[in-house]
């Protein structure tokens, strides 16, 4: 393997670098918070699956709607002002979470989550491509991989409270001697009482979040960052049409759409997953901060391996591993199944820096907009966890518990993932 030339970082960029990259923590806090909350919705507010994962298309959805918004704005201003603007939206969304609580009301959840998503819609279109301009091009995927790596730290913390905060505090998830919930059995005014303690206990983890959030917009607002943006001014049209018309692009976000989709249905489910193995919420999400540690470790190892192999290559192979693992969570049945989903993270670890890497890779001014279409891709999360959440729904599929049978959707997936990262190796190496 030969090594791969080049700085990973300029002593100019450091303090900008760092300041960016705790970022990439906050919106993982956001995001893995909020995956168990499906579970947590689906039975304090006694509705399915299927409408439980709603939660899963606001939250992801708000990508889908603000990414291009993003790009725009960040071309008329700077990543700077982008990321204030973001900041705020976080904010604002974290906080409506009080009086979505005061009101009791699903749909008002579904509303914060969506406004506190175009925020981070703002913060991942721009701060991705801002890690990959902070130096040489030839080092950016490796870059953007070491700052991606800083995400997870942000994603288990935020597994963490929703473990040992919000899931182990629910009253709702109580269970009897035989380990059915006591909840579905309980008198209306007894369900009332019990909802609006536990509707308070998944706001106010929140609700500081929304506080932290000010507190860095004030940090970013008088901190002094590099002005990395192409001199150029790219009309947004001209770099729609230039982008549209690179292939390796394109299959990029197409390859995002799908890798966003298995990262939200492996880690939302494996909850669901855990609870048909006779093991509770709290438990379970234990078991999904296991995952995310596999993640980090794997993310800095995957790292290090892009200095000696072709990182399209690399994406390849995680992703047959990926398959292989899943093969695993649908067809064994019991603790060694549930083993593999947790397996499945270490293969996940590099794939959306990677692909993001790869999708803009050489395409100079048009970065702005190219980065917007692969935050969109993000909807991914949107789109997939309510399928598999009806899968899961119908409880069997033919001699499999639906459970099982779901991560198909996941295997499906990873076979995209694979397809690119072999064709954008061959692109690349002939």
């Known amino acids: 393997m030969n090594k791969v030339k080049g700085v990973l970082l300029e002593k100019r960029y450091i303090v900008p670098f760092i300041l960016i990259t705790c970022l990439f923590s906050m919106w993982g806090f956001a995001n893995d918070i909020t995956n168990p909350m499906v579970a947590a919705f689906k039975t304090v507010m006694e509705i399915s699956t299927a409408k439980a994962a709603m939660v899963q298309l606001a939250f992801y959805g708000g990508y889908g709607t603000m990414a291009i918004p993003a790009a725009l704005f960040a071309m008329k201003y700077s990543y700077k002002k982008g990321i204030l603007l973001g900041l705020i939206l976080y904010a604002i969304g974290a906080l409506l979470f009080f009086p979505a609580a005061q009101y009791e009301m699903f749909g008002f959840f579904l509303v914060s989550l969506y406004i506190l998503t175009f925020g981070l819609a703002f913060l991942e279109t721009i701060a991705n491509p801002y890690i990959l301009s902070m130096g040489e091009e030839s080092t950016a995927t490796r870059r953007l991989n070491l700052a991606q790596s800083f995400n997870p730290m942000g994603s288990i913390l935020g597994m963490f409270v929703a473990s040992n905060v919000i899931l182990s505090a629910l009253e709702s998830d109580k269970r009897d001697a035989a380990g059915e919930l006591i909840f579905p059995t309980l008198s209306a005014a007894e369900k009332a009482a019990i909802r609006t303690n536990d509707l308070a206990v998944i706001r106010d983890p929140y609700v500081i979040l929304g506080l932290v959030v000010l507190v860095m917009f004030f940090i970013i607002l008088f901190a002094k960052l590099p002005k990395t943006e192409h001199t150029g001014k790219a009309r947004a049209g001209d770099s729609f049409k230039r982008l549209f018309k ?9 390859a995002q759409v799908f890798y966003v989709g298995v990262q939200i249905m492996c880690w939302t489910f494996i909850i669901q997953y855990a609870e048909n193995l006779g093991i509770t919420k709290a438990a379970a999400q234990r078991y999904n901060i296991i995952a995310m540690a596999i993640f980090i470790s794997s993310r800095f190892i995957s ?14 192979y995680f992703a047959i591993g990926g398959m292989i693992t899943i093969t695993g969570v649908i067809f064994i049945e019991g603790m060694l199944g549930l083993y593999c989903l947790i397996a499945t993270s270490a293969f996940m670890s590099l794939m959306f820096p990677t692909i993001y890497g790869i999708a803009l890779d050489g395409i100079g001014e048009d970065a702005k907009l190219g980065a917007a279409g692969l935050v969109m891709a993000i909807v991914g999360g949107a789109l997939m966890p309510p399928l598999q959440g009806a899968i899961i729904d119908l409880e069997t599929v033919g001699f499999l518990p639906a459970v099982n049978f779901s991560f198909i959707l996941p295997f499906i997936c990873f076979i995209v993932i694979a397809r690119y990262g072999y064709r954008a190796f061959k692109k690349v190496h002939g």
Do not use: D, I, Q
Request: charged share 15%.
């Open 246 to 254: 690179n292939k390796l692009y394109m299959e990029g976000v197409a």
């Open 303 to 316: 790292t290090l391996l892009m200095k000696y192999m072709n990182s399209a290559r690399l994406l390849m």
